[in-house]
């Protein structure tokens, strides 16, 4: 046998083996692949159902996504009224803004007026405040014054007190006196005439007419009070003639006669009772 065909017959030999290790290879893989496509079958069976459930509740998520749609789309409609109503109601607003920014101004003028009015205000309140502490001030001087003051108006009341009490039991005593004195006076005229003395005077002042007349006005001059009275020359009234001022049955004092006209004459008061004189109070040179 030659070498090529020992060669060739090597080459058969390891041909056939490979051949028939295929084959094993073949046969094997194709009892794989058969029970790989079972189980793929059963792969997809299973699939098959999940998709089938996926296409029912994606047909469910479907209607209720259209649901949800229309409910968005009435939403969306309601949305787009109120969204109307809203810009109408924007364009009031906004009128109004404008009314409302005019107004701000005219008010921030007006605070500008009322701040400067304020600040005025504080400079006349603090002005104010100085002087009510200097008015405070001699306030405080005159109470204390008025403390001392009033201590000695006590004091002085007091005084006036007993004074007018001496001065009362005086006035008794003066229109005892003062009685006493007229009647010893009518005595007198009674008695004797009536004497002039040199310069023409009247030495005793009550005439030895009765002369009635009344009180026509009464005043004061230099402290001095002074009376006229309704009879005059007309009716023999003479300078320093002396008349009794009587109301009713109460004696009053005395008037003597300093000036005479025709028919007034105006003569000093005196006497106990000359704050009680008035207009029409009667005058008599004899009681």
């Keep these: 046998m030659s070498a090529l065909t020992k060669i060739f017959v090597v080459l058969l030999v390891i041909l056939a083996n490979i051949t ?19 189980a793929a079958e059963t792969k997809l069976a299973a699939k098959t159902g999940e998709l089938t459930l996926a296409r029912a509740d994606n047909e469910a998520l479907k209607a209720s996504d259209l649901q949800q749609l229309n409910a968005r789309d009435t939403t ?6 109120a ?30 007026s009322t701040t400067a009015a304020l600040q005025v205000a504080q400079q006349q309140n603090a002005t104010s405040d100085t002087n009510f502490a200097t ?17 000695h108006i ?7 007190d007993v004074t007018k009490r001496d001065r009362d039991y005086l006035s008794e005593q003066v229109v005892q006196l003062l009685a006493q004195n007229a009647q010893q006076a009518d005595v007198i005229h009674k008695n004797l ?16 007419i ?19 009275i309704s009879l005059g020359s007309a009716e023999q009234v003479q300078k320093n003639m002396q008349f009794k001022v009587i109301d009713g049955d109460k004696f009053l004092g005395y008037l003597t006669v300093d ?23 009667e005058v008599k040179t004899q009681l």
């Design 193 to 208: 005439p009536a004497i002039e003395s040199r310069q023409g005077v009247i030495v005793n002042p009550t005439p030895m």
């Design 135 to 151: 008015l405070r001030k001699e306030h405080d001087e005159l109470q204390a014054r008025y403390t001392g003051e009033s201590l």
């Design 259 to 281: 000036t005479v006209e025709p028919h007034e004459s105006t003569g000093r008061l005196e006497g106990p009772h000359i704050n009680d004189i008035h207009s029409g109070v």
């Design 210 to 228: 009765a002369l009635d007349g009344v009180i026509r006005d009464k005043t004061v001059i230099a402290g001095v009070p002074y009376a006229t």
């Design 83 to 112: 969204l109307a109503a809203a810009q109408t109601n924007l364009g009031a607003l906004n009128s109004q803004n404008a009314d409302l920014t005019s107004k701000l101004a005219m008010a921030i003028n007006a605070q500008t």
């Design 20 to 38: 028939v290790a295929a084959l094993v290879v073949f046969v094997n893989r194709q009892e794989n692949f058969r029970a790989l496509d079972v």
């Design 154 to 160: 006590t004091d002085l009341q007091n005084t006036l």
């Design 76 to 81: 969306i409609a309601a949305q787009r009224e």
